[in-house]
């Protein structure tokens, strides 16, 4: 009886000890950070070009010199502030308007070909699924033009799938 319990003693410390490492392994990224629409470019080139022609990528340019210093403005008009991104300080990047990073995610760590090519492994690093919810961050009632929102509409005006052919799932 007693050598039994010392036995399963054993063997449930003996798990633990082997499954603890490989836990810890899979928090261990650090946080991702805003790389700009420009490192997308290069690998992504029709891409942008078709989002470079979006009102999203002209989004900073709607703000009158005074309101582009608004932080209440900034939020939804710029990609990453408030996040280490726009107007961070020490961030030279170009991040005004809104960028592939804000519906996909900071870019810093699944930005490589080698990571990108692995769906699992690029999400693990901050790529982001895109739905609704991600539009409705900055389309709602916070918007002080705000005048309703038809996300599948929008997919295919304001993402970037009306120049390249390619088209966003409604996911
Ligand atoms: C060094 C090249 C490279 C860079 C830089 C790059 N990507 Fe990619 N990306 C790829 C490759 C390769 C794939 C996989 C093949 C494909 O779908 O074209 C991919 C796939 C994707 C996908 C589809 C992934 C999926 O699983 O649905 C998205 C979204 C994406 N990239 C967004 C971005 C964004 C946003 C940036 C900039 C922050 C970026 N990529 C920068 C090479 C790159
Ligand atoms: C970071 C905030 C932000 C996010 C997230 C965002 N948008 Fe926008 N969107 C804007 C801003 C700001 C404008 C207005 C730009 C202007 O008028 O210069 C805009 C304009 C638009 C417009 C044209 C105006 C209108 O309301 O019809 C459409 C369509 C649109 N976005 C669709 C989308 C879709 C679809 C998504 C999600 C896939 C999305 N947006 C995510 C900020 C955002
Ligand atoms: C307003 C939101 C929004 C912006 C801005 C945006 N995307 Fe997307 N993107 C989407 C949606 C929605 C999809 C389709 C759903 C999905 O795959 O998650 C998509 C899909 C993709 C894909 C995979 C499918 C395809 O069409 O090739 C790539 C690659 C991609 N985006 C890259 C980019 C790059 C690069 C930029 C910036 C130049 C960018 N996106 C800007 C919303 C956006
Ligand atoms: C919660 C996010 C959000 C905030 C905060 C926000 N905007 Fe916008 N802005 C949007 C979106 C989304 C649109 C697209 C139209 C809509 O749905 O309101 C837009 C459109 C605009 C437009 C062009 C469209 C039009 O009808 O004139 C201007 C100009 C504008 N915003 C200025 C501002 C200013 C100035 C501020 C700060 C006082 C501000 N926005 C704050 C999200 C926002």
């Known amino acids: 009886m007693k050598r039994a319990s010392l036995i399963l003693a054993f063997v449930v410390i003996s798990i633990v000890l082997v499954a603890w490492p490989s836990k810890e392994k899979e928090v261990e990224h650090p946080t991702p950070s805003y790389v700009g629409a420009g490192k997308c470019k290069v690998c992504h080139l029709e891409t942008y070009n078709s989002w470079k022609t979006t009102i999203h990528a002209r989004s900073f340019s709607a703000l009158k010199a005074e309101e582009a210093k608004d932080s209440t403005c900034l939020r939804c008009h710029t990609t990453g502030f408030g996040d280490g991104g726009y107007g961070a300080e020490g961030n030279f990047i170009d991040l005004a308007g809104v960028q592939c990073e804000v519906c996909h995610g900071a870019g810093s760590l699944y930005s490589r070909s080698s990571v990108m090519r692995q769906p699992d492994l690029s999400r693990e690093l901050g790529l982001v699924a895109v739905d609704s919810t991600t539009c409705t961050t900055c389309h709602n009632d916070r918007s ?28």
């Open 144 to 171: 002080p033009t705000f005048k309703g929102f038809a996300y599948k509409a929008g997919l295919i005006t304001a993402t970037h799938t009306h120049k390249s052919g390619r088209r966003a799932t409604g996911r």
